[in-house]
């Protein structure tokens, strides 16, 4: 049973450019939510996403903005990078109907922005 | 809003003793309680929960944590730890009124047992 999978695992980028990071959920879940994780810090809520649509939102910009497909997939997409937007990435993925907020995370892709 | 706050930012421990990380999370009518542990290189995997009943909780790994409502806390206990249990500690509140979503994460505590 393949869990949560994230890609890429690592990722360079220059301030001012764009970036989409990639999740797959675990088999069986239907949510998806987004958080950011700073060095030395605990992850900080982004969004969900749930049939498609996004359910919840952090304090987070418009530059933060995202994707779920049919296939219960999601993308991350951040435009404008800042180096403040450097960080690890986390996916997690959840079941509506399951346990509350039973969150299993991927391994996340740590960004770098140069 | 819900926030959480995890008191210490590091704990050492020597092997095979006791270990207690502490959490308080901001007052609420209900709440539902976690604490997630994060190896080096890792996303995070749940250790325990609390949505409601028993106020004593088990989890894996040999850890247990006491939901304290009029304290509005959430500590983690360990009667003995290992080498193994080195790692990041994250002490995470979501609010079952909204379907239990955006769940608010602490800052966490860094656990490092020494032999």
């Known amino acids: 049973d393949a869990g949560v999978t994230q890609s890429p695992t690592h990722l360079i980028k220059t301030r001012g450019q764009q970036v989409t990071l990639r999740c797959s959920p675990k088999?069986?879940?239907?949510?998806v939510s987004w958080y950011q994780q700073a060095l030395g810090q605990g992850p900080q809520f982004i969004f969900q996403?749930?049939?498609?649509?996004?359910?919840q939102r952090g304090n987070f910009p418009d530059r933060f903005s995202g994707h779920q497909f049919p296939n219960y997939s999601s993308e991350l997409n951040v435009n404008a990078l800042l180096l403040g937007d450097s960080a690890l990435y986390l996916c997690?993925?959840?079941?509506?109907?399951?346990?509350?907020?039973?969150?299993?995370f991927g391994s996340g892709t740590q960004l770098s922005v140069l | 809003a819900q926030s959480v706050t995890q008191l210490d930012s590091q704990v050492p421990v020597f092997e095979e003793a006791p270990v207690e990380l502490r959490c308080n999370y901001s007052?609420?009518?209900?709440?539902?309680l976690f604490w997630y542990v994060q190896y080096p290189n890792q996303g995070l995997q749940l250790l325990l929960k609390?949505?409601?009943?028993?106020?004593l909780v088990k989890g894996i790994n040999g850890f247990e944590a006491e939901f304290n409502k009029s304290q509005t806390s959430f500590h983690l206990r360990k009667p003995s730890v290992h080498i193994s249990d080195t790692a990041e500690y994250f002490c995470?509140?979501?609010?079952?009124?909204?379907?239990?979503?955006?769940?608010?994460f602490g800052a966490g505590t860094r656990l490092f047992v020494k032999a």
């Open positions: 088999s069986g879940h239907d949510t």
């Open positions: 007052s609420s009518v209900s709440v539902y």
């Open positions: 609390y949505l409601s009943g028993s106020t």
């Open positions: 997690a993925s959840s079941f509506i109907g399951g346990t509350p907020e039973e969150l299993f």
């Open positions: 996403y749930y049939e498609e649509e996004e359910r």
């Open positions: 995470a509140v979501s609010d079952p009124n909204t379907g239990g979503f955006k769940t608010i």
